[in-house]
């Protein structure tokens, strides 16, 4: 039973908070990086659930035990196999980008998983992923997974000019960044356009492909496109600061809370971490790669961002560096302080 099996995990399992990444390819040092962010900001502790080609496993192993101990003690970690559960496994592999399908399947492969934020490889954190955590807390009876729009303006979003499927709302959904009740999601029956009884997650995934397979350009978000096109009473949407993508600043700025709060998760898609096409995208990327852990946060990674960010004010993303620093400012003070609380209390003569 449910209740059963949840009573059963080990207590550090059930009180972390679980983060999901899909890694084929040349992904291994975008989710190392990603990985990093996570644990350089966050409070509560973690569970890693890393899904990766064979051959990635023993990389990823070596990597994560380089990390010091005051890091490696934040978080636990499992490394899947890729896996398909229903279906043409090599049709799922292909689909879009390699191994992309996968998070499609975490609600079936993470039993015992009772919620979980899923994100591509190529996003940073700039904040505590508690704070995107406490979202959960904020869906209604209903609700059982979260994503930020694909865009803010329909006339210049994708969806909304070029789909030739349901897509959610004006503008679609982007699934960069997807928070979910995986318990919700595995007990509920999917309204959908096949079968009027509804089906269940598991049971409607490869049916749904079947059908739109010819009409589908960005492979599995898509697919959640057409889910939520049907069911939108299931989907909380957040706001475009915990999604920060490029064309968010590219044509001008377009994502009021990111100028109200500053970038909450930043998702340098469009492959904007090694190129020099969003030179501010890539200067965030290389200062988190580089920043050595132990060091001051505010010498080795604040500082640096913003003499990189001095090279990039020419650019449409780079005349904007408050969006970018205000919440990791924010953020890093809010570790420092902690650190010195807690050094000041080991230390009682002071």
């Known amino acids: 039973k449910p209740g059963e099996q949840k009573h059963s ?31 350089l900001f966050s409070n509560r502790r973690l569970c890693f659930h890393i899904f990766a080609e064979d051959s990635l496993k023993p990389e990823f192993e070596k990597k994560l035990k380089e990390w010091p101990s005051s890091y490696t003690k ?4 499992n490394i899947y196999p890729i896996t ?13 980008k390699p191994c992309a399908a996968q998070r499609l399947f975490l609600p079936v492969i993470l039993k015992d998983v009772d919620s979980l934020l899923y994100v591509d490889t190529d996003v940073l954190f700039l904040r505590p992923i508690d704070d995107i955590w406490h979202v959960l807390k904020e869906f209604n009876s209903t609700q059982l997974a979260a994503m930020a729009p694909e865009h803010e303006i329909p006339k210049i979003g994708w969806y909304s000019r070029f789909a030739r499927h349901p897509y959610y709302g004006a503008t679609g959904v982007n699934s960069g960044v997807m928070l979910m009740n995986l318990t919700r999601i595995r007990s509920t029956h999917f309204k959908n356009s096949m079968m009027p009884s509804g089906l269940t997650w598991e049971e409607m995934l490869y049916p749904l492909y079947q059908k739109y397979k010819n009409y589908i350009t960005w492979g599995d978000q898509d697919l959640l496109n057409i889910i939520f096109y049907f069911n939108p009473e299931c989907l909380y949407v957040f706001p475009c600061q915990w999604n920060y993508r490029p064309d968010h600043c590219m044509y001008g700025s377009n994502c009021k809370g990111a100028e109200e709060e500053g970038v909450s998760i930043l998702h340098g898609n469009r492959g904007v971490y090694h190129d020099d096409k969003q030179p ?34 020419h650019t449409l993303c780079g005349r904007i560096p408050q969006v970018f620093l205000k919440q990791i400012e924010k953020t890093m003070k809010k570790v420092y302080e902690n650190r010195v609380i807690v050094y000041l209390g080991a230390n009682h003569r002071y």
């Open 74 to 77: 934040k978080f636990e970690h």
């Open 9 to 39: 995990k080990e207590p550090s399992s059930s009180q972390c908070m679980h983060l999901a990444v899909v890694a084929c390819g040349d992904r291994l040092e975008e989710t190392l990086i990603m990985l990093k962010s996570a644990v």
């Open 280 to 313: 501010t995208f890539k200067a965030l990327y290389e200062v988190i790669r580089d920043f050595p852990f132990e060091d001051n946060l505010f010498q080795s990674l604040y500082y640096p961002l913003q003499s990189k960010f001095l090279d990039t004010v």
């Open 84 to 96: 398909f559960s229903v279906g043409n496994a090599q049709e799922w592999k292909k689909l879009f």
